[in-house]
């Protein structure tokens, strides 16, 4: 598919140390891809005193420091690599499977789910398992993936009172979206099954498994295979 011309990216500057490019505000993949092509541009650019590059949904927010030499150049670079024609094909994702377990105390919401699907609990855990999700952004804490888009039967919104502890590796959804808790933080998204894979480890090699651009499926797994092959040390 050819390049959207229509996705016109906007630069404002965010204080004096950074600088927000903006596309159009929706939820779409290639809004995104469009997104993260900005800022591998960003990152290849060798940007004076650059300190950081955030990819969301449908912004790159760049980070830059104000006193570096040539910083003055910083905001017509991102004018000239906003306004250029994207890249043919975009920048391809890896495909990742994760797998979850979603009995018994690993899916607790998975009944309030079903409630709003208005089917039973089984069906929704096949709805979950039946897509593709791309990976939008990772955030909230390191590690965090957004992913969409979740079968909209299922996409309940954000529980109305968020839990103060949310388990290392659960696996949620909200308002159209799924994700895995890497770490336990508090959350407000439906827990509906636990993964054995570690989303974030600061002592492997590539400490993120997801990034912007990745696909993402789920595969069933019992109880006694997540705990054989659990990464979590209070599995």
């Given at each position: 598919m050819p390049p959207d011309d229509s996705i016109d990216p906007r630069v404002v500057a965010a204080g004096d140390s950074a600088w927000l490019i903006e596309l159009p505000e929706r939820i779409d993949a290639e809004v995104n891809a469009r997104a993260i092509e900005l800022a591998a541009r960003v990152e290849a650019a060798r940007i004076p005193g650059l300190t950081d590059i955030v990819v969301g949904y449908r912004t790159v927010m760049i980070y830059a420091d104000p006193l570096a030499d040539d910083a003055g150049r910083v905001p017509r670079m991102l004018e000239e690599m906003a306004r250029a024609r994207p890249a043919g094909g975009g920048i391809a994702g890896h495909l990742v499977e994760l797998?979850?377990?979603y009995d018994g105390a690993f899916g607790p919401?998975?009944?309030?789910?079903?409630?709003?699907?208005r089917c039973g609990v089984e069906e929704v855990i096949a709805r979950h398992l039946a897509r593709e999700y791309r990976v939008f952004m990772v955030g909230f804490v390191p590690g965090f993936a957004y992913m969409a888009a979740v079968d909209p039967s299922i996409a309940a919104p954000r529980r109305a009172t968020p839990r103060l502890r949310v388990p290392a590796g659960?696996?949620?959804?909200?308002?159209?979206?799924?994700?895995?808790?890497?770490?336990?933080?508090?959350?407000?998204?439906?827990?509906?099954?636990?993964?054995?894979?570690?989303p974030y480890d600061?002592?492997?090699a590539e400490p993120f498994l997801l990034r912007p651009g990745?696909?993402?499926?789920?595969?069933?797994?019992?109880?006694?295979?997540?705990?054989?092959?659990?990464?979590?040390?209070?599995?």
């Open positions: 797998p979850v377990c919401d998975l009944p309030d789910v079903a409630a709003f699907a659960a696996v949620a959804t909200a308002a159209g979206q799924t994700g895995v808790y890497p770490s336990e933080t508090p959350g407000g998204w439906h827990i509906i099954g636990r993964t054995p894979v570690k600061p002592a492997r990745d696909r993402v499926r789920f595969r069933r797994i019992s109880e006694g295979e997540f705990h054989r092959t659990s990464a979590w040390s209070a599995a």
